[in-house]
């Protein structure tokens, strides 16, 4: 069955382009339009779509409002379309908060332009947030402002092609390949593989681990469920927490800002020569890669973004840093996102013996990053978004 589609937007331009760009994939219908808010909660009752691509900026009805109302009466995921500015993130968290699902940029100039990633990038994520049944009408979290609430973003579905090396804080650019570090670690796959694991009884448990640092990687659907987790993490949690979200650089600031407000511990954009900290999370900013210095693992290194890299931040590139300067004192966590990032990373970890959680299918709003990793047998545990929250969450004495 196709993905129905409801477009929303003021501009007849968008209307039809968008339109012309879904309507050529035959996994896709498109099924109406609407020019405002009001019409999209008209629309959205009347023609029940799987998915319903709503911009911001319309007259009667905003998205934002139109999001809150189609959220509370007829339960519907969303894709906001939005431009990559500061006001742009900021609205844009609103909606997600609302409960809006991800988001796509809004560039005049790209959409005008006859551009096959632009195209490929819509309807893959036209698809993957349509046949997602359960985004968005569960797991949401609470927004203090609004009456609605729920989910994220994420980047085109691809997986990581090339590398970044993490042993030098000057050269992105290194001829040392990813796949290297594994033989730089005196490991092989094949020693990975019979590398001795946590025994299961551990994790029957349901505590965090002896680490000295704690890594989370996500993507779609991510910042509702780091809210989810982060917010119930008590101010004493005895380890640093690094975060790695995909999402560009104008929203891992406002996302950080509104975290920071939101949570007992402390949350922000993560910058060059940050120290890890007990009770601290630091967000990778968007458009660049966070490692630890390998000058100093108490602190972070902020590297520009490698154009071989098709995510900036990346889960992968994060995670070998921590494997590299941590070995086995890591709790890494892979969370919903779209594509396999992370799971190349998990591997470096598992070879020097770290605990890797991953998120279950079941509250996972696209299960694409933990399923990777699950299916490469690298997950020593799979929990539900709210067990995860439980065990993060649980008060230190």
């Not at 879904?22 to 009001?38: M, P, Q, W, Y």
């Not at 396999?340 to 990053?369: F, H, P």
């Amino acid at each position: 069955m196709p993905v129905k589609v409801l477009i929303v937007d003021d501009s007849g331009f968008f209307r039809h382009r968008i339109s012309d760009l879904l309507s050529g994939d035959c996994r896709i219908e498109v099924v109406g339009t609407a020019k405002n808010g009001k019409e999209a909660i008209e629309q959205a009752k009347a023609l029940r779509p799987n998915l319903i691509t709503m911009d911001v900026e319309m007259p009667q009805m905003n998205g934002i409002e139109a999001v809150r109302v189609i959220m509370r009466e007829c339960p519907t995921n969303i894709l906001m379309l939005s431009s990559l500015t500061s006001e742009g993130a900021r609205v844009t968290i609103q909606a997600l908060e609302a409960g809006a699902l991800d988001y796509l940029s809004k560039d005049m100039r790209a959409w005008m332009a006859h551009s096959g990633s632009l195209e490929k990038q819509l309807r893959d994520k036209v698809v993957a947030l349509g046949r997602s049944r359960h985004a968005g009408l569960r797991n949401r979290f609470s927004d203090p402002s609004a009456s609605s609430s729920r989910v994220f973003k994420s980047e085109p579905v691809s997986t990581l092609k090339t590398s970044l090396d993490v042993t030098s804080p000057r050269s992105p650019t290194s001829s040392n390949r990813f796949a290297s570090n594994s033989a730089q670690a005196g490991q092989t796959k094949e020693t990975a593989k019979t590398a001795p694991r946590p025994s299961q009884s551990a994790y029957g448990k349901k505590v965090v681990p002896d680490c000295r640092v704690v890594v989370i990687g996500s993507s779609t659907g991510g910042p509702a469920a780091l809210q989810q987790i982060l917010t119930q993490i008590p101010a004493n949690f005895p380890h640093p927490i690094l975060l790695v979200q995909h999402m560009p650089k104008a929203f891992t600031s406002v996302f950080a800002t509104r975290l920071d407000q939101q949570c007992d511990i402390a949350v922000k954009e993560a910058e060059d020569g940050d120290f890890l900290k007990p009770g601290r999370a630091l967000l990778a900013p968007g458009g660049c890669q966070m490692i630890i210095d390998p000058r100093s693992t108490d602190k972070i290194k902020i590297m520009p973004g490698d154009d071989r890299l098709t995510y900036k931040p990346s889960v992968d590139v994060t995670y070998a840093s921590v494997a590299k300067s941590f070995g086995k004192k890591v709790l890494a966590i892979i969370l919903t996102g779209m594509g396999a990032d992370g799971c190349d990373g998990a591997r470096m970890l598992r070879q020097q013996g770290a605990t890797i959680w991953a998120q279950n299918k079941e509250s996972c709003t696209i299960y694409g990053m933990p399923q990777a990793v699950i299916n490469a047998g690298l997950a020593d545990a799979v929990f539900d978004l709210t067990e995860l929250v439980s065990i993060l969450g649980s008060k230190r004495p």
